[in-house]
């Protein structure tokens, strides 16, 4: 059991070796507890009440890690982030990511970004046929991303134009009822032919016209008042009262300038009423009881207010609204055409997409054989000299956004054994090392920032041990690379060797996990080689793996 350690691993090859039983597997497992792999309570020392795990890893601070560490309410200390994750006695698990509380399922979800882990039973990344595609692709290069992407456009295109199709299709129906009651509408105004303003104007007509006796008697009465009229009632009015006081001031008004101002005051008034009487006897004359203009006064705005209780509370809204209905007619009219244009442009895009895919297809085909000699090359230096990488290129006939093509890795672990999915076609160790050849050949092509190695080398040794740890080392110049051992040949390869050591009492303590210097390494890959720290042709034997996987480095 571990009580507490702190791993410091560094860039490049780091190699964590042990005696049997020391707890190097937890590394592992720790490591897998940190990227959101699954939880067992069993794995809480007895007595404690959790077990925890805290990373410090470094990314790029405009990175996708970044981005989706800021989308989750995260940050980064400079190009630092932490991560952690606890699980209690009792089962319960929690994820943390940059100082956020954060569902655990995302932290696997950066995991495809961050890290790469192959063990005996944990087999993640490549096991995915999309991350096996993707990785082919960048394997395939430049003539292969030139092709995907102009793809990759017409693709776009392509789902635009049939949603688009698609949704004016089934819409159909509706546009065609909308239509038609747009078209009876305009039908109906232009049959009406209102003029703007129109009901305003027969409002005033028709009032007038209903009140021509009452208007035509008011009229005559206020001319009478004003000017006077032989035949009526009225004995004096006001035009013969005022020419009386005019009359009577204009005599005198040189004798004093304030009465002349009045008089003057009058004079005015005199215009004014003489004005105002020759507009009664011309509205006298123009006002006639017209009992048929009326009515059709009446039945005109009969006819406009039922346009109004459809298309508008006034005329003017009602005009406003044909002319509205006559533009969306237009588009709806239009939509026919635009739906060819649109059928016309999908089956171009689909010979278009259908020539690009096949190009897609034949580029990873290539790419597939080339791929699967190169693996199949290198488990034969893995001691696995009979195994055979095949890369199945299946084409389906629906596109997708990456063309029409599944990709899958299959292994035949022997000449006569049928390919089979990686997990399928190969023990745990063999696995491992199907998986390490899969990453030399796609290192570059796929980059991680870290690779982990769980007993990689089981089942091996001699050449074929010196192999996988030259294989690792090479792989660890592009990345960093965590690999748990029991080989001093692959442990001689590494550029920092940790070593998990027992206490007296059969139980790791705090400072069961140890970098170990040059001296150190001798001593650990000795006790590796002959069972025993200070035989002299162990450690000697050491010196050798140590100046070999220096000079290969080199």
Known sequence: ??????????????????????????????????????????????????????????????????????????????????????????????????????????????????????????????????????????????????????????????????????????????????????????????????????????????????????????????????????????????????????????????????????????????????DAATELASYFESVDADPARLAAVQERRSVLTQLSRKYGETVDDVLAWAENAVKRLADLDGDDEHIEELRREEDELRERMTGLADQLTAIRTDAAERFGAAVTEELTALAMPHARVVVRVSTGAEFGPQGCDDIELLLAAHPSAPPLALNKGASGGELSRVMLAIEVVFAGADPVPTFVFDEVDAGVGGKAAVEIGRRLARLARRSQVIVVTHLPQVAAFADAHLVVEKSNDGIVTESGVTRLDRSGRVRELSRMLAGLEDSELGRAHAEELLTIAAADRD
């Not at 707890?23 to 007895?46: E, H, I, S, W």
């Not at 490549?126 to 030139?146: H, M, N, P, V």
């Not at 004995?235 to 300038?257: I, K, S």
């Open 1 to 274: 059991m571990i009580d507490d350690a702190v791993l410091e691993l560094s860039p490049g090859f780091t190699v964590v070796t042990g005696e049997t039983g020391a707890g190097k597997t937890m590394v592992v497992t720790g490591l897998g507890l940190l990227f959101g792999g699954r939880a067992d309570p069993q794995r809480v020392r007895p007595g404690a009440d959790r077990a925890a795990v805290e990373g410090r890893l470094t990314v790029a601070p405009d990175g996708r890690v970044a981005e989706r560490v800021a989308d989750a309410g995260g940050e980064l200390d400079g190009d630092v982030l932490i991560v952690a994750r606890s699980v209690s006695a009792e089962g319960r698990s929690r994820g943390t990511l940059g100082g956020r509380s954060v569902p655990v399922s995302l932290l696997a979800y950066l995991a495809d970004d961050l890290v790469a882990v192959h063990g005996q039973s944990d087999q993640q990344r490549l096991l995915r046929t999309d991350r096996q595609r993707a990785a082919l692709d960048r394997y395939a290069g430049e003539s292969l991303a030139k092709v995907l992407s102009t793809y990759s456009a017409a693709y776009r295109r392509h789902r635009e134009v049939a949603e688009e199709l698609a949704e004016l299709t089934t819409q159909a129906r509706e546009r065609a009822q909308e239509a038609d009651i747009l078209r009876f509408g305009v039908e109906e105004v232009t049959a009406a032919q209102p003029r703007q303003g129109e009901d305003v104007e027969l409002l005033a007509e028709e009032t007038r016209l209903a009140h021509a006796d009452s208007l035509r008697l008011a009229a005559t009465t206020a001319h009478e008042a004003l000017a006077g009229d032989p035949a009526g009632d009225i004995e004096v009015d006001v035009a013969a009262l005022l020419a009386t006081a005019r009359q009577a001031l204009t005599a005198v008004r040189e004798h004093d300038a304030e009465l002349a101002a009045v008089a003057d005051r009058l004079d005015e008034a005199s215009y004014l009423l003489s």
